[in-house]
């Protein structure tokens, strides 16, 4: 297992380092060419917190806020999860996305999760009385991701994940190497009335969790207001082939969002 995680985190760390370069490097281009930045914003709440892995849900109300910041080139993108009730954290994720295409039709990304963090009840023995702390699974991942914009309204975008836990805290449960395959068609901003719209994004990803994986499906529906920033939202995940990995065949969650984005420009 080592003479296999050991070259893929030399490949994650030389993958960050070179976004690190670019980044210094167009990311000044940028601002001398216009100087323009955005800060955007996704607020959901929920009956049933799902994750960006759609297999893998809270199975309680959650409030799920996701931020981005940046230029046209390279942002910053925090996410947070947390269960309603009291707050607790359920995941929290740095993600980093830099443009290295950005064409009318084509897109290529390079991004990464630095740290991705899910938060795990773990359950040890002291005195002979059992005690559960919240402790931190900490990840790395990178990410390329490839959109061909068809239409206005309809894009197709393939998506690959590799990662590695940054520390083993768990053995018998924290993953040691693991990778996704996401496969998404984007239908965007269908008009229903003068009024609403929907977007509809159906994907199939195949999931590996060291020697286990499994096939899967879900969907997620955005019906948009006019002229309003709230927008009611909803996951469906179905298994295809679960394999040996753990999760609901079937699961889902209905949800309002309350979303923004600004722009502006730096000041001399």
């Known amino acids: 297992m080592r003479a296999y995680i050991y ?10 380092l070179l976004i690190s370069n670019l980044n210094t490097f167009l990311y000044s281009q940028d601002v001398i060419d216009d100087k323009k930045y955005f800060f ?3 607020i959901n709440i929920n009956n049933n917190g799902v994750s960006w892995v759609p297999l893998f849900t809270l199975g309680e109300p959650s409030l799920i806020a996701n931020f981005s910041f940046g ?11 947390y269960e309603l009730e009291g707050l607790q954290p359920w995941n929290v994720d740095i ?9 009318q039709k084509i897109n290529l990304d390079i991004g990464g999760f630095l740290p991705g963090t899910t938060f795990q009840d773990f359950t040890y023995e002291e005195n002979g009385i059992e005690n559960k702390i919240l402790t931190p699974w900490v990840t790395a991942m990178i990410n390329p991701k490839l959109t061909f914009s068809l239409s206005n309204s309809f894009a197709i975008k393939l998506s690959y994940f590799t990662g590695i836990p940054l520390k083993i805290v ?5 993953f040691e190497s693991g990778e996704i395959f996401f496969i998404q068609p984007l239908f965007n901003d269908f008009k229903l009335n003068d ?13 590996r969790l060291d020697n286990v994986s ?14 309003s920033p709230l927008s009611f939202t909803s996951v469906i995940s179905k298994s295809i082939d679960i394999g040996s990995l753990s999760g609901k065949k079937f699961d889902w969650n209905i949800g309002l ?10 000041v001399k």
């Open 257 to 266: 969002s309350y979303s923004f984005r600004n722009s502006f420009k730096k």
């Open 71 to 81: 230029t046209n080139r390279f942002s910053v993108n925090p996410s947070f999860r």
């Open 214 to 227: 499994g096939v899967y499906s879900a969907q997620t529906l955005i019906m948009n207001i006019k002229n």
């Open 170 to 174: 768990d053995k018998e449960n924290q």
């Open 195 to 207: 009024n609403l719209s929907l977007s509809w994004n159906p994907e199939i990803y195949y999931l």
């Open 95 to 103: 993600y980093w996305n830099y443009k290295l295409i950005d064409k």
């Open 7 to 16: 070259p893929l985190m030399k490949k994650i760390l030389l993958s960050l």
């Open 40 to 42: 955007s914003g996704n």
